[in-house]
């Protein structure tokens, strides 16, 4: 681990104008695309363009031998920002790493389409690669809001009497729209990205008006997760959403499921992506990838 490296970073995301009040969200959109556009991508992974159950989607695959299987993947950004390629340094890695190729899809955004909008598509879309897929070659994985989307997705593929897919991995997932997490107080004067109020804002976009303690908004809080696959959730001590995953963890081990939570000190919000300036980026990841490779086999 590197103290300079943190504290660098942290002090870089610090510098990054901060909104005072509401933000009009096609503003927010643009200010979300141009801080994660910083992010290195690596370049030997191929892009193209691809649909999934009628929504666009981009297909990463590996430059050389594809091992089978396929990472189904949602990108971050509150559920009302964001797209593919905000979060293709995140997609491209896991590629690389792992050797099996990622759909990334590019789901509806809130405040256009609000819960259960972005859920119905990636579950729309799972539905779409099991026509021709096994459920145990298919594994979600998402970062922030696209993190809590693989855990609500497989809520809802569940339910509706669907095969479980291989696996979970959700990097920093939001998974709790009730913010009742004790992390959203005690970390929020060391997260740099996030507090209380502005992820309220961002909040009432999605729910627009709908109740925040059910197991699709909070499943944190509220979500039985008997059934479930195994699950890798990974999430940095400086998150106002730590103990989101915190709580998801011990409702998967109260359900009997697999599950590992992989904590990393003194580190941000999908600190993942900062694979150029952090060494602890790169080894989350290496685990992130193992634990793939393992469930695709």
Request: hydrophobic share 40%.
């Amino acid at each position: 681990m590197s103290r300079e490296q943190r504290r660098a970073i942290d002090e870089q995301l610090r510098r990054v104008p901060k909104g005072a009040g509401p933000v009009p969200v096609e503003q927010m959109r643009a200010g979300f695309a141009a801080l994660m556009s910083g992010f290195p991508v690596p370049a030997e992974p191929r892009q193209s363009s691809a649909t999934l159950a009628g929504r666009p989607a981009v297909l990463v695959e590996p430059p050389a031998t594809q091992r089978p299987g396929t990472i189904l993947y949602f990108h971050g950004g509150s559920f009302s920002l964001g797209s593919p390629h905000t979060a293709m340094a995140l997609t491209a890695n896991l590629v690389l790493r792992t050797g099996i190729r990622a759909l990334s899809l590019d789901y509806r955004l809130a405040p256009e389409h609000p819960f259960p909008a972005g859920i119905e598509d990636c579950l729309a879309a799972y539905r779409s690669l099991l026509e021709d897929n096994d459920p145990s070659s298919i594994l979600f994985a998402g970062d922030s809001a696209g993190g809590g989307l693989a855990v609500t997705t497989t809520l809802a593929a569940r339910d509706a009497g669907l095969p479980m897919p291989a696996g979970i991995v959700a990097f920093s997932p939001g998974l709790d729209h009730t913010r009742t997490g004790a992390s959203m107080k005690t970390k929020e004067a060391l997260d740099p990205f996030f507090t209380r109020e502005s992820m309220g804002r961002t909040g009432e976009l999605y729910l627009a008006g709908a109740d925040p303690a059910q197991p699709l908004l909070a499943p944190a809080a509220h979500a039985d997760l008997t059934g479930f696959p195994p699950i890798l959730l990974q999430v940095g001590t400086n998150e106002v959403l730590l103990d989101d995953s915190v709580r998801l963890a011990e409702r998967a081990r109260d359900a009997d499921v697999d599950v590992i939570l992989d904590i990393t000190a003194d580190v941000p919000h999908v600190f993942h992506t900062f694979t150029d300036t952090l060494d602890e980026a790169g080894q989350a990841l290496d685990r992130a990838a193992l634990f793939i490779q393992q469930r695709l086999a």
